[in-house]
């Protein structure tokens, strides 16, 4: 085979070409990205510890109950995007690990008991942080730390995360809720007459990030089509609004969905769409042609 | 089956998640059961004072029970070396009086601050107190006021015990500042005191008359746009010299509490700061007139909000640990305080053993060790609270909104959500954190059941009884004194300690205590706490130990003197003994 010969038939197997990676895997390095950079440059993790257990629990729950359930060997991908998630986003009170444990525990184990015609419902992480700061507000609340101010690494993370967005095609879902979430800031801000920028001061920080790259544009746990999954961030945006505009007011019962706005919206209206979508979808299958 | 098992496992789960996210509460001890009651007795021991907050600049005003939430303090001195402790309090709203409170030895106070020339300190263009540091830097025998906050720092020379001169513009330190914290210590051991204090707000920004609003932090955790602190060097007339560039200190984080010892054991004071908005830090003396901001102590890593820094014995290890209050609140954040067991000898680190209700104290401020039941061990309490004011409205949410941003938003204080009448962490009750093996908190037990904004406190035996009183700093609200009275059974002994030369205040003097198995060491301090100074005598409960074997005490000119068996249950006043006195 001359050099040209194998050059040519070489090429396309060798040549890199990044629209040829698995989604998933940029989105698990995009989350190792700021896994890293959070913890090296503000040490955002709080222990190694909080890391191990979090993610020991998730791999280790979904590969039992993938091979107890499914009879099969689980891919990790998933728990290892879950588990990080989880410990940068939980910041229980010093010394406990248990949250950690749990908390993995019940992201993974969601997605095997609370199932609807074959899918889960809620986002892995979505839905252990919205239990853990539900049920445990005296032990365990969310990330509330800020990435200092070095523009370069928000613009590391931001650009990094919309080029993977874009790339796992749910681009659409980011900026279409980060548009509702600007719209309804100066809405908010009208209403209550609190500075513009207190209202859009969240979407600044890691939190926001990190719920905007992968917890509200899941693909597992979005409605099957693109208008829906816009339609779906929307009303996210929206009932996260209304939380915000409860918290405003003080109305005091409401308290603890005052804790996490976005985590807690996505946790009420994201099953209830795909509860929606998968029933439609079953009907319209089901339905003689 | 298999997914039933599951199932009940997931189930399980939800309801080990409830169980376990409990908060840490108050231990169910009877009052009966502690050894030891505390009687609020301000009002009728003749303690009536009430600190009001600071008025700000007009553009703060959306935030401004935020900004103006500091100031109240309390140092105990014997200004009039009569033998008996006396209390200085501060305000810090323009024209309220400071408060001096002498003591009349039969166990109630009189107000003398107009008096001496000490009360009429908060005025327009000059600036309001934020606390105060006492000591003799001068050497003549009497107690000097150090008066810090935010515009002019002020020291007055005790005159004759009756009357205090300022002399703040010739000794050099009549600086504008905005400054929580300062501390005296004799950071070259030459003899002489020397002062540390610290910035909060920028140098540069005059509260109320602002050229702009962006004067906050830069940063909840990393923030580095604060005052410069600052060591002002004490020469031999009197004067001292800003040696902070040379000395390597001027930290510009937010720094809120500053405490000195000798944490590594080379016989030189270091520097112990609790920084808001940013990690702890600790400045080690070289001994060639620097610091050195140790990097891999384990305090870089973990930022908070620093409020206090407290320096105890917490396992009678001879060695001094450190207590930093921060902020918990529920569903929102839990910074947790830090109870720092001091290692640095074997492993050049602290290792923070903060649990439970130590370490989720709420809004927590000043907090002291001390033993207050005489069981041999030292106890802490914990002030708490920050804006008490309608208990309907809550600005948690609204600060939550900015606290995660980035930080040019929340730099600019015209940015911040109005706080209009709301609390922040209010009604908070202090915290009395007793030693019965791990920490209790026996606060209501014991008789503190007040849900003031407890900012400053220190801890002093004002009837001379052998017993520790709590004197508590609110911020906009009145003092309060609590009498300890303990039942009988537990051993005592003091130490009121006189360095020669100068520092005759020995601040900077350590002393170890030993009894049974216990090696108790305690520093003679310059300040400590937030916004506070304690007695300056060393007191050691000794529970049920009837004698004590030994008292080693390290004066800061590096002299050693052991004083072998001394009698317990009574105050041993200590001279310096000349260097080569064995």
């Not at chain 2, 005790?158 to 905005?178: K, L, Y």
Request: include cysteine; hydrophobic fraction near 45%; charge should be negative.
């Amino acid at each position: 085979m001359s050099q040209a010969a194998v050059a040519e038939s070489a090429g396309p197997r060798t040549r890199f070409h990044w629209s040829r990676i698995n989604p998933k895997h940029l989105i698990i390095f995009l989350i190792t990205l700021i896994l890293v950079l959070g913890e090296w440059r503000y040490a955002i993790l709080g222990g190694y510890e909080r890391l191990v257990a979090t993610l020991g629990s998730c791999m280790l729950t979904e590969a039992a109950l993938s091979r107890l359930l499914r009879g099969r060997r689980a891919s990790l991908s998933s728990a290892y995007i879950s588990g990080i998630s989880l410990a940068l986003l939980l910041k229980p009170q010093s010394g406990l690990l248990w949250p950690f444990w749990l908390g993995g525990f019940l992201a993974i184990a969601s997605k095997y008991v609370i199932v609807y015609r074959g899918r889960h419902l809620w986002n892995p992480s979505n839905f252990a942080i919205g239990v853990l700061v539900l049920l445990a507000p005296g032990t365990v609340a969310i990330l509330s730390h800020q990435w200092g101010n070095e523009i370069a690494t928000n613009a590391v993370i931001w650009g990094v995360g919309l080029v993977v967005a874009g790339r796992a095609r749910v681009l659409h879902v980011t900026l279409a809720y980060l548009a509702a979430f600007v719209v309804l800031s100066a809405l908010r801000s009208a209403i209550t007459g609190a500075p513009l920028m207190a209202e859009i001061a969240p979407v600044t920080g890691p939190m926001y990030q990190l719920f905007i790259f992968f917890m509200i544009t899941d693909p597992r746990t979005t409605v099957s089509t693109r208008r829906g999954r816009m339609l779906v961030a929307v009303l996210v945006a929206l009932v996260e609004t209304a939380i915000r505009l409860a918290g405003d007011a003080g109305i005091a019962w409401l308290t603890p969905l005052y804790y996490s706005p976005p985590i807690l919206a996505l946790f009420f209206v994201g099953p209830v769409a795909m509860w929606w979508d998968l029933r439609r979808r079953a009907r319209r299958e089901a339905a003689p042609a | 089956m298999r997914r039933i098992a599951v199932g009940v496992l997931f189930a399980a789960a939800f309801a080990a998640v409830a169980f376990l996210g409990r908060p840490a509460g108050s231990s169910e001890v009877e009052a009966a059961d502690l050894g030891f009651h505390l009687d609020e007795v301000a009002a009728r021991r003749g303690v009536d004072f009430r600190h009001h907050k600071t008025t700000l600049d007009p553009r703060l005003e959306n935030v401004a029970p935020h900004v103006a939430g500091v100031g109240a303090s309390v140092a105990v001195t014997d200004f009039d070396g009569d033998g008996w402790n006396d209390l200085y309090f501060t305000s810090s709203r323009f024209g309220t009086p400071n408060g001096l409170f002498h003591n009349r030895g039969d166990g109630r106070f009189e107000s003398v601050a107009a008096d001496v020339g000490l009360a009429d300190l908060n005025r327009e263009g000059i600036g309001v107190s934020m606390g105060s540091v006492w000591a003799d830097y001068d050497g003549d025998g009497r107690e000097d006021a150090f008066v810090y906050g935010w515009g002019f720092q002020r020291l007055f020379r005790n005159v004759d015990g009756t009357a205090f001169e300022d002399v703040s513009e010739r000794a050099g330190v009549r600086v504008w500042m905005n400054s929580n914290a300062a501390i005296w210590l004799d950071y070259d051991r030459d003899g002489r005191l020397d002062l540390y204090v610290a910035g909060y707000f920028r140098d540069d920004v005059d509260m109320w008359h602002l050229e702009s609003t962006r004067i906050m932090q830069n940063s909840f955790e990393f923030a580095t746009n604060g005052g410069a602190n600052r060591l002002f060097h004490g020469l031999p007339d009197g004067t001292f010299e800003d040696v902070t560039g040379r000395a390597g200190v001027g930290s510009t984080r937010w720094t809120l509490a500053v405490a000195s010892a000798d944490f590594d054991g080379d016989g030189w004071p270091d520097l112990y700061l609790a920084n808001d908005y940013g990690p702890e830090e600790l400045y080690l003396n070289r001994g060639d007139g620097t610091f050195e901001l140790a990097g891999d102590v384990g305090l870089a890593d973990d930022s908070k909000s620093g409020m206090s820094v407290s320096l105890g014995d917490v396992h009678n290890r001879g060695r001094l640990d450190v207590f930093v209050t921060n902020i918990s609140e529920r569903g929102y954040l839990f910074q947790g305080n830090n109870l720092r067991l001091n290692f640095l000898a074997e492993s050049d680190g602290f290792q923070n053993v903060a649990r439970g209700i130590v370490a989720d104290a709420g809004w927590a401020w000043g907090a002291q060790f001390g033993d207050l039941d005489n069981d041999g061990f030292q106890d802490l309490f914990v002030t708490n609270g920050f804006i008490s004011a309608d208990r309907q409205r809550d600005y948690w949410y609204g600060m939550s909104k900015v606290a995660g941003a980035h930080g040019a938003i929340f730099e600019d204080a015209g940015n911040w959500p109005p706080i209009g009448e709301a609390s922040l962490s209010g009604f908070e009750r202090s915290r009395l954190l007793l030693r019965r093996g791990e920490f209790v908190d026996v606060a209501q037990a014991a008789g503190v059941e007040d849900e003031l904004d407890g900012r400053g406190v220190a801890f002093a035996d004002l009837e001379n009884r052998g017993v520790l009183d709590v004197i508590v700093a609110n911020q906009d609200g009145p003092a309060l004194v609590y009498r300890n009275e303990v039942g009988s059974g537990g051993h005592w002994i003091q130490l009121a300690l006189e360095g020669r030369a100068a520092n005759r205040s020995a601040i900077g003097a350590e002393a170890v205590v030993e009894f049974g198995e216990a090696r108790q060491r305690q520093v003679v301090s310059g300040g400590m706490g937030f916004a506070s100074q304690s007695q300056r005598r060393l007191h050691f409960g000794l529970g049920a130990a009837t004698r004590v074997d030994r008292v080693t005490i390290r004066w800061p000119s590096g002299t050693e003197q052991v004083i072998e068996s001394p009698a317990i249950d009574r105050l041993h006043r200590v001279v310096e003994p000349a260097a080569d006195t064995p």
